[in-house]
Structures are given as C-alpha cells and as structure tokens.
C-alpha cells in the first residue's frame, strides 16, 4: 500500500482549516482513524450490539467472539505469550493506575526504592508518587543527559538490590528519546525489580515484542494507534497478575459471590469488572489489522525519515531550538520559536491550517529540567509527508515574521 493510498484511508485529512488545507502534527497526543477502524466500528453497532460473555442468544456470542477475538490480536501485535496476559483498560491510564494500586502497594514499604526518569508522562509519575506516600518507599530518578537520552551507567548506578518497581516510558512524547528497554529490564531484573513500561508513544510506531523486551509490564492506547479513544491493554507477566487483586468490583469479575464473601474469575476477567468497552476492543483490533498489514517495520522507517528531515529543515528556521537528540529519535520534534510562547505559535500555526501541540505535554518536571515553561510539538504518523513538514516550516516562517513584525 503507497502512502497515498494510506492517506486516502483518512477522510479527516480531506478537508479545510482556515482555508487551508488540514496538515494533522498532533498524533502524539492523538492519532486519526482510518476508514477501516470506523466501518468496524460501525458495523458492529449495526450488527452485533450486545453485552458480552452473558447471553446465549447469537448476537450476544457474536459480540463474545469479537471482544476475545481483539484480545487475541492485541496478544499477536505485541507477542504476549498468553491472551490471559492482556487485560483490557481505559487506555495507558488506566493500566499503569491498576499496577500501581495492585501490585506496586502490596510489595513496597519502607527503605524500598521506585526508580523513574525525569521525562515520564504525568501518567507514569503521579501514581508512583501515590504509591510512595502510601507505603514509605523512596522515588528515585536516573539521571538525563543533556540531550535527554539516559546512559546505562546511570541506570546501573540508580537501580539497586532495594528497587522494588522500575517505570520508565519506551519513547519520550517530548524528546523523541528510544529508551534501551531490553538493557534496563536485564539490569532492574539482576536486582529483583519488576520492570512497567509506558508503550504509549512505542507502540504505535515499532514493532513491539513484549517477550523479547522482557518487561513484566506494558501499558499501551488504542486511540494513539489509529483505534478509538477509551480502550487501551495492560499486558502483565502471568505469575504476577495472577498475584495482583482487583481494584475494580463488581459484575462479571466475579467467580461466586456470597453476602459475605466473594471469590473471583481467573485471569484476564477478573481485571475486567462491569460491562467491558466492546466496541472499543472491535475498533482497536481492526487497528491492529490496518497497521499489521501496512507492517510496522515500514512505519517506523517512514517516521524516523520524517523526522529526520523535519530537523533538518526546521534547523535552518533562525531563533528555533530543538529538544531531544538529533539522531535515533522517534517520530516527533519538540521545539521553541525564540521568545514567542509556543500556543501563540500553534495558534498562528492553526490559522495555516497546521495542527501541532503545546504546552508542557503533561511532562512539567522535565520543563523544569529542560528550563521552559512550554514547548510546541509536531508529531508525525505513516499519514504524514515531506510536504506536510514544508507547510510546517513555511508557517513556522510567517510566524516569526508576524511576530517580529508585530514586536518592531
């Protein structure tokens, strides 16, 4: 399938903002969906409507294959040894919140150390901290280089035979940093931490073997990765989830319930108490179909091209400064245009009909780290052109010339 043919599986892109045509640079934050993932959807509703795993009538068995036929597409995509090991959630959110609340409270307390990065969504640094305050264990951070990328000395330094849990993002949605997963599982593992990874912004754009990485967590959305918004997979090692209690109660995650006690459904239901979100597992499986079929080595490639020459070409924009290495980045490119505030240069942006993001990206102390208060985003996906980073630099252009204008 050619890019244009890709393209065209998009209807969102066809269309005008601020009499211009629509350059979409925001699918960090959020991808589009294509044509694909929408008829499912749509499908489904109009077809197979029902509560799942309950009914024996055929559109509830229908709607039952169709919600563990997508876990069983989410346990491929990112080769889970078992579907028992897929839980499906709200999104990132939602499973990081469920490992930190089950798992992470029952085995930390006192003199045990939680190791982060300074570069971790809000998602993956807020409920490490609830979970500190909760048991008395220590939060500890290993240390960024000045481009943002973490050496594994550092890693090795921090890490130690104290370390209960290490949470760390695959790739940063500010910096565009890959982290060695694989080298930092081995060494957390040497000293017994369990390793949680945030696949937010990885997911989407590489090939992921969950195995290979060897990471006991992985926490990934659909709707980053062209599927729906309001769904997303925890994929948790079975010995520990088989360990872990709900946090969540009520209907479906249950085995036997008395007026006193109650006991609860092996893996993965017990996770998945009250109605699940079906249409979202639909949509999100199709996802994966579009995605596997265009093949994610390709989409990787595609991306890092992009961003490639989107800093290259946006280097020679006079006043503007890059975050993140200039090599081996992922598909995005954090930035400042001089002295002007990045949402008035998104807003200026926006009038060209360019979509990027700004502001601190739920990542306030790596802003701090990096000494701003904010930074604009573009964020590329297999949709993207070159043109689209030609618009982009174009109109980072008129930007400045308004503002210097504007200010002289």
């Not at 028992?84 to 990081?96: S, V």
């Not at 695959?170 to 599982?185: F, H, K, R, T």
């Not at 967590?217 to 209690?245: D, N, R, V, W």
Request: charged share 20%; proline share 4%; hydrophobic share 40%.
């Amino acid at each position: 399938m050619s890019l244009l043919q890709v393209r065209e599986l998009f209807p969102i892109l066809n269309q005008e903002v601020n009499g211009h045509p629509l350059v979409y640079l925001d699918s960090a934050a959020s991808s589009q969906k294509p044509t694909p993932v929408i008829e499912a959807l749509k499908r489904y509703y109009e077809m197979d409507n029902a509560n799942v795993h309950r009914g024996v009538h055929t559109l509830g068995s229908r709607a039952t294959d169709a919600y563990e036929g997508a876990r069983d597409k989410v346990r491929q995509f990112i080769n889970a040894k078992s579907s028992e090991e897929i839980i499906f959630t709200r999104g990132t959110t939602t499973a990081i919140n469920l490992v930190a609340s089950s798992y992470a409270r029952s085995v930390c307390g006192e003199g045990d150390e939680i190791v982060l990065t300074p570069m971790e969504h809000h998602s993956n640094l807020i409920p490490w901290q609830q979970v500190a305050k909760a048991t008395g264990a220590t939060l500890k951070y290993i240390p960024m280089e000045p481009d943002g990328t973490i050496r594994l000395e550092n890693v090795e330094n921090t890490i130690t035979d104290n370390t209960r849990i290490v949470a760390i993002t695959y790739v940063s949605n500010v910096l565009g940093v890959i982290n060695p997963i694989e080298d930092i599982a081995r060494i957390a593992h040497r000293h017994g931490a369990k390793v949680l990874v945030d696949g937010a912004q990885s997911t989407p754009h590489m090939k992921v073997d969950v195995q290979q990485l060897d990471c006991d967590f992985y926490a990934f959305s659909g709707h980053k990765m062209c599927g729906p918004t309001g769904i997303g997979a925890l994929y948790g090692k079975k010995e520990l989830l088989e360990q872990m209690e709900p946090i969540e109660f009520g209907g479906e995650m249950i085995d036997h319930v008395d007026l006193y006690e109650s006991t609860w459904k092996e893996l993965p239901w017990k996770f998945e108490g009250g109605t699940p979100i079906i249409a979202g597992a639909v949509g999100m499986a199709a996802a994966i179909d579009f995605l596997s079929d265009i093949g994610m080595e390709n989409i990787e490639k595609h991306e890092k091209s992009l961003a490639a020459a989107a800093w290259d070409r946006m280097s020679e924009v006079e006043d503007l400064v890059i975050y993140g290495p200039s090599s081996d980045r992922a598909g995005l490119i954090t930035f400042n245009l001089g002295d002007i505030h990045p949402h008035d240069v998104a807003t200026v942006l926006d009038s060209q009909g360019v979509a990027i993001r700004a502001g601190h990206h739920c990542c306030q102390p790596l802003m701090r780290q990096l000494n701003v208060s904010a930074t604009a985003r573009a964020s590329f996906y297999l949709y993207n052109t070159e043109e689209d980073i030609d618009r982009l630099v174009k109109a980072l252009i008129k930007t400045k010339e308004y503002f210097d204008h504007a200010i002289g």
